[in-house]
């Protein structure tokens, strides 16, 4: 009895989860230039509009694309170190450091964002597309620092000792050992950074200053003049994107572990 | 975690080569560098400027005043009059934030308990969805949301087409709802209401919710809540005895987390409450980007919504602390 209802509740979450998406993915098949769902006259003209012929949203897709790719490198480079660092000396400055690092993730994102706007409009930044990455990359360095620490703690360490006195320097270690076995995690929070990049709106609303238009901010701009079916294809493409991006993390990586779940259970 | 927390081996790795560790150290403060320039100077220029003056129809100067704090709390025209109305907008944020992470993270709880008790594989699946649903854009949400909510289309034109409308006029709940302004005379309507924007916003962190939940409940043991029910307790009785105090501090620490992120909340709010019953981060914008252009007084905003934010998470922090000290 409460087997059932446990899981006529999971069945719940996973409508009410699902249900603005799918919505929103259904609208894009309508044919005319209003948002009605269920949809009108069902068509993929849209998809061609968004990917191909309008200039606005190929535009915005690629400039969500570099910003998203330049960022989540960025995050990556500036982690990766910081994550070894730590995990190899747990010295205090590198602990204060990774604290620094985590903090615009963890205070609400529109005061950092406000913070960015001024900071590029003093260097005379504002509005780039450079800035947009940097920003970014900052924003979320967070999470390969994560990714990248559990990796780190993962490695067997009784595996660098025998490496080392079987006589490999410090530099192999690091190549034969350590590299490989970090590597899945580091993907991840590649993709992680990634993914929430291509997502974020605020702070990019306010270091992008109108200059140029993500998706997002395409979206959110075309809000005020009332939803076209184009809109969702760019919602489609995104939740594909996303869904690809961690399925691709779950079969080669291990998304429970990195999730936090207990190691012992299989 | 649990494989190296051994101490003996804790200790770095042999330094063969000391220029590498003089490298690593190089690196370390570049990157530190890095760090204080991105980290700590966009949040020191907010706090710079919200001391800072507006010129009249120009743009704003550096200034050492705290009329834009006086603004915040008593009004500009202080003291001849007394306005509210931006603590007013703080308590809004404060108020939806509040009620949206409590809601999510209450109806998380069971979901994630039971998401552990699957199998390993079952678990990853649910995660991809998640995560695909938890790093989907605010701006999709709030626009398959709107859709759903809005009176043409979504759930009131499905009310009237399947008479739930009509069923509820016949009941007398309609009246209530209302009251409750969530319905016109002639169907129900779900914008602008408190009832749509604390709604997104609790969808919003829901998958988060998950996430921070997950390790503490899959982490849980299982031999614990077996034992209890062999001899006996009743489910409710073992999730209220065994389960619920396990994972009190992660329920608390949750919630906070992701009060504190929703704080800010900008496209919901905007779509979904009344003007009237805007928030902070919708002032904000209108501050620094908006009509009024005034810079200084939205990094006065910002500051105090980053104060309250850091407060709150102190707290959570302080809490988290004091009760596990107790244990």
């Known amino acids: ?266 | 975690m649990t494989t190296i927390d051994d101490t003996a081996f804790a200790a770095p790795p042999a330094r063969s080569r000391p220029n590498w560790a003089s490298g690593t150290n190089l690196i370390l403060m570049a990157i530190g560098a890095v760090l204080i320039v991105f980290c700590i100077v966009p949040f020191g220029l907010v706090i710079a400027i919200s001391f800072g003056q507006k010129i009249e129809g120009a743009a704003w100067e550096w200034a050492f005043t705290f009329e834009n704090y006086q603004r915040f709390f008593v009004g500009a025209e202080w003291p001849d009059t007394v306005t509210f109305l931006y603590l007013q907008r703080l308590g809004y944020a404060l108020w939806y934030a509040v009620i949206a992470s409590v809601l999510a993270v209450a109806t998380a709880l069971p979901f994630t308990y039971l998401m552990t008790r699957l199998s390993r594989a079952a678990q990853a699946r649910w995660l991809v969805f998640l995560l695909a649903s938890l790093s989907l854009s605010e701006v999709f949400i709030v626009m398959g949301w709107d859709i759903l909510l809005s009176n043409r289309s979504g759930l009131p034109a499905l009310f009237k087409a399947t008479g739930l409308t009509d069923w509820l006029k016949d009941v007398g709940w309609f009246d209530v709802l209302r009251e409750w302004g969530l319905a016109n005379p002639r169907n129900v309507k779900f914008k602008p209401s408190q009832f749509a924007t604390i709604l997104t916003m609790s969808y919003l962190v829901w998958p988060y919710a998950v996430i921070l939940l997950y390790p503490a409940l899959s982490r849980l043991d299982t031999s614990l809540i077996e034992a209890a029910r062999t001899m006996g307790a009743r489910p409710f009785t073992v999730a209220r005895t065994v389960i619920l105090p396990s994972v009190r501090l992660p329920v608390i620490g949750s919630t906070f987390l992701l009060f504190v992120f929703l704080l800010g909340t900008y496209v919901a709010i905007t779509v979904f409450a009344n003007p009237a019953q805007h928030t902070t981060a919708v002032s904000i914008y209108e501050s620094v980007r908006g009509a009024s252009l005034n810079a200084p007084f939205g990094a006065t905003q910002a500051v105090i919504l980053l104060i309250t934010a850091a407060v709150f998470l102190g707290l959570g922090q302080a809490l988290n602390r004091a009760s596990g000290g107790a244990r």
């Open chain 1, 1 to 266: 009895m409460l087997r059932i209802a446990g899981h006529l509740f999971m069945a719940l979450s996973a409508v009410v989860l699902a249900l603005p998406i799918v919505v929103v993915a259904a609208s894009a098949l309508n044919s005319g230039r209003t948002m009605l769902f269920p949809p009108e006259d069902p068509t993929l003209d849209r998809f061609w509009e968004f990917f191909v012929t309008e200039t606005v949203w190929t535009t915005a897709l690629l400039n969500s694309m570099i910003i998203a790719v330049g960022a989540a490198v960025l995050a990556v480079v500036l982690a990766w170190p910081l994550a070894y660092v730590l995990w190899s000396s747990g010295s205090k400055a590198s602990k204060t450091l990774a604290a620094l690092g985590s903090m615009p993730f963890a205070l609400p994102p529109i005061v950092f964002g406000v913070g960015l706007g001024f900071f590029w409009a003093f260097l005379g930044a504002l509005g780039t597309i450079a800035a947009g990455i940097i920003s970014h990359g900052i924003l979320f360095l967070a999470l390969p620092l994560v990714t990248i620490s559990i990796g780190l703690q993962s490695i067997d360490r009784a595996n660098i000792e025998a490496a080392a006195t079987m006589g490999a320097t410090e530099a192999m270690i690091f190549r034969t050992v350590i590299l490989p076995q970090t590597l899945p995690y580091t993907i991840s929070g590649f993709f992680f950074a990634l993914v929430l990049s291509f997502n974020e709106f605020i702070v990019m609303f306010f270091v992008s200053a109108s200059a140029y238009a993500t998706v997002t901010l395409q979206i959110f701009n075309s809000l005020r003049n009332g939803y076209t079916p184009t809109m969702a294809v760019g919602a489609i493409t995104f939740i594909t994107v996303s869904v690809l991006v961690f399925s691709a993390v779950a079969r080669w990586g291990d998304l429970p572990r990195l999730m936090g779940a207990d190691q012992s259970k299989t």
